[in-house]
DNA sequence: ATCCCGAGGG
DNA sequence: CCCTCTGGAT
C-alpha cells in the first residue's frame, strides 16, 4: 500500500475542486458587459487591476460613443482617456485599445483573428486577454485564463509552485481536461472575488477547506 | 524589477 | 495609510 494510492494526486483533487465549484457556482460567466467580440476585447483591456463591476460602469458610455473597431480606432485619444479614465492605467489602455483595434481593421480586415498567434500579435494583448476572447467571443479553449485570482487560488490550493502566469497556465493545462479549462478559470474568479479573497480568506465559509494545503483554522 | 494609475476597503 | 482589483510592456 504505497503513498500513491492513498494521498489523492493534484489532477484528483482539481477535478474535485472543479465538480465543487461547480455546484456552488452554476450559473457562472464571464461577468463583463459587451455585444461584440471587439467590445469583449477592449473590455478586457480595461479589466487589468481593475474589477469588472467598475469596467461595467464605464462600457456603456463608450460603446455608445465607439461602438466598433473602427470608431475606436479613429477616436479622439483624450476623449477616449476621458470616458475610461476610472478604471486606471487609461492611458495605457487608450493607446492600447486604439493600436490594437486600427490593426484590426489594418491587417485582419475588421475582424478579431481566432488564432492565438494572431491575438498575440495585438498590442496590450497576452495571453490572459487573448484567452478571455477566444473563450467568450468564439467558443474556442485554447489556454487556461489566469489573472490575479487563477493565480492566488491556484497558489493557495498548492496545484502550482510557479509564480509567472505562463507557468501557471501550463501546469493548470496539464491537470484539466481542455474542455474545462474556461470553466476552471470562472469559477476560481467567482470563488476568489467571494470567499477566497486576497486579503482575509474566509476559510470558515470555504466549501474546499479539506482539499486546500493553505486552508487556516 | 519597474512602471502605468484610479477607486474602494480595511 | 496600505492593499487589491479578471495585466502587459519595457
Request: net charge positive.
Amino acid at each position: 500500500m504505497s503513498i500513491t494510492r492513498k494521498r489523492a494526486t493534484k489532477k484528483q483533487r482539481a477535478i474535485e475542486i472543479l465538480i465543487r465549484l461547480k455546484r456552488e457556482y452554476p450559473n457562472a460567466t464571464c461577468s463583463l458587459n459587451y455585444e461584440t467580440p471587439v467590445q469583449l476585447l477592449v473590455a478586457t483591456i480595461l479589466s487589468a487591476q481593475c474589477t469588472d463591476e467598475r469596467v461595467n460602469k464605464v462600457t456603456p458610455d463608450l460603446f455608445s460613443r465607439f461602438p466598433d473597431a473602427a470608431a475606436l480606432a479613429g477616436a479622439d485619444r483624450e476623449e477616449l482617456e476621458t470616458l475610461i479614465r476610472s478604471t486606471g492605467f487609461y492611458r495605457n489602455k487608450a493607446k492600447n485599445i486604439q493600436g490594437a483595434t486600427d490593426k484590426i481593421i489594418r491587417e485582419f480586415g475588421g475582424k478579431i483573428p481566432q488564432q492565438m498567434e494572431k491575438i498575440l500579435t495585438l498590442p496590450g494583448v497576452a495571453r490572459k486577454t487573448a484567452n478571455v476572447v477566444l473563450a467568450h467571443g468564439f467558443g474556442i479553449i485554447e489556454g487556461v485564463t489566469v489573472d490575479t485570482h487563477v493565480k492566488r487560488l491556484s497558489q493557495r490550493l498548492g496545484l502550482t509552485e510557479h509564480k509567472d502566469p505562463v507557468r501557471i497556465e501550463r501546469d493548470l493545462m496539464s491537470l484539466l481536461p481542455q474542455p474545462e479549462w474556461e470553466n476552471w478559470s470562472i469559477r476560481l474568479i467567482y470563488h476568489g472575488r467571494a470567499v477566497c479573497k486576497a486579503r482575509k480568506p474566509a476559510c470558515a465559509a470555504c466549501g474546499l477547506v479539506d482539499l486546500c494545503p493553505s486552508a487556516q483554522a
